[in-house]
């Protein structure tokens, strides 16, 4: 049983990190999470890596933390953890192939847990998140995932104005040509988090347990046309949900990029089925899905390459247009790298109309994101969007903790939060069923 002395009402049981993201949700303490942190882990490297950025956070010298990790290594990690259960909550970021089945057998035994996505990698999998949540809901605990892009200041600020209808009309219906709403996200698998060269595991450029592109990044891109159309309404994936079309690709990886991204100088026995001519290994980590979302059309696609060039980095393209007005995100060269919103007239208003619209618009907003501003740029209008409202994707998972505590606290979650989380991985699942 969780330690009842403790003074933290929330206690963590952090299972198997294999994933970096395990460990930025303890980048920031909180009050109501207990500094004990119990760590469930098989021996070996993904398990030191994990510990490593928690001692670097512990021993910082601005704001350091206070985290006392006790850690259990051995093959039956998972058995002592549901047997010992020191904590409330499960932590899971990591390895996928099994972690729809610790996701399962922790809300079974009482435990409540936060997931990084993706919870699911294929359809059998749906099937058990979905009895999953119906056990949790038995078992009065919460299950929910990790989705950071809801605090990034450019997709709210997108999400606000798109319902401001004044400024964007309404959003249209749009075609398989011409979606409605598209999401595009770049990732690299060499980059930097936290000043250092991130070591990724072998394991992350095998499908079987990583997942491919459409059912791992891609489960941002669907929860975020969710959130933004169709902000705090239930989404039932069996009436609102049609998977028109889906596709996958390869990006591929000579020997000596998988040992830079890894650190280890040979591919492991399970990596040898992807394989290709001269030792380069073929990982399916790009993906596109065509679908409707409530008679919307909506196009999420995933791209995953190497490297960013010099100056770049993960970048992410995003537009949704409205009757009025069209919000494009995007994230080039010309912004320098970094996420930029701009307002695209599509009325048959004049200039000096639309422009005083963006203004009252942002005006509307200052209470929930204060400094707004905006500037001509070309034909568009660019919203300036203060620092104070981009602390970065790293504290995004210290937002999303406090968002979950907030919930534990009320003992329960929004209405629309569980129906489309299932929807959510309908979709990115059945685009990878359609995709085969």
């Not at 698998?189 to 000043?195: D, E, H, L, M, P």
């Not at 409202?389 to 939060?417: C, R, S, T």
Request: proline fraction near 5%; glycine fraction near 6%.
């Amino acid at each position: 049983m969780a330690d009842q002395s403790t003074k933290a009402p929330y206690q963590l049981m952090t299972v198997d990190p294999g994933h970096f993201h395990a460990g930025l949700l303890q980048k920031t303490a909180l009050d109501e999470i207990d500094p004990t942190v119990h760590v469930f882990a098989p021996e070996g490297p993904d398990v030191k890596n994990y510990l490593g950025m928690i001692e670097g956070f512990n021993t910082r010298e601005e704001d350091p933390t206070n985290w006392n990790q006790v850690v259990y290594t051995g093959p039956d990690f998972f058995e002592k953890m549901i047997k010992d259960k020191p904590g409330n909550i499960m932590v899971v970021a990591g390895n996928n192939e099994k972690k729809t089945e610790y996701i399962n057998r922790a809300v079974k035994a009482g435990i409540n847990v936060l997931a990084d996505k993706p919870m699911v990698i294929n359809s059998d999998d749906f099937e058990l998140l979905k009895e999953t949540f119906e056990l949790a809901e038995q078992n009065d605990v919460l299950l929910y995932d990790i989705m950071t892009e809801r605090h990034e200041a450019t997709i709210m600020t997108q999400r606000a104005l798109s319902q401001i209808p004044e400024l964007f009309g309404v959003l249209e219906t749009g075609s398989v040509e011409n979606p409605a709403i598209t999401k595009e996200s770049v990732h690299h698998f060499f980059k930097y988090v936290s000043g250092s060269p991130l070591v990724r595991p072998a394991w992350f450029f095998d499908v079987t347990q990583q997942g491919e592109g459409l059912v791992d990044i891609m489960t941002h891109l669907v929860d975020m046309i969710q959130w933004e159309c169709y902000p705090e309404q239930i989404i039932d994936y069996k009436k609102d949900v049609n998977v028109l079309n889906a596709r996958s690709w390869a990006t591929e990886l000579t020997p000596s990029m998988f040992k830079r991204i890894t650190k280890l100088d040979e591919y492991p026995d399970y990596l040898h089925k992807d394989i290709i001519s001269d030792s380069v290994l073929s990982v399916h980590s790009n993906g596109e899905i065509n679908y409707t979302l409530k008679g919307t059309h909506a196009k999420t696609s995933v791209i995953w390459n190497y490297e960013a060039p010099e100056g770049a980095k993960d970048t992410h393209y995003s537009i949704m247009r409205g009757t009025k007005a069209n919000l494009i995100i995007q994230q080039g060269k010309k912004e320098d790298y970094q996420a930029t919103l701009y307002v695209e007239n599509t009325s048959e208003e004049s200039d000096a109309l639309f422009m005083a619209n963006v203004k009252q618009a942002l005006a509307d907003l200052q209470g929930d994101l204060p400094g707004l501003a905006m500037e001509k740029d070309g034909d568009m209008v660019k919203i300036i969007i203060p620092d104070e409202l981009k602390v970065g994707h790293e504290a995004h998972f210290v937002q999303v903790a406090k968002k979950y505590i907030n919930y534990l606290n009320q003992g329960k979650m929004p209405d629309w939060e569980i129906p489309n989380m299932i929807s959510k991985y309908y979709t990115t699942t059945k685009g990878y069923e359609m995709s085969r």
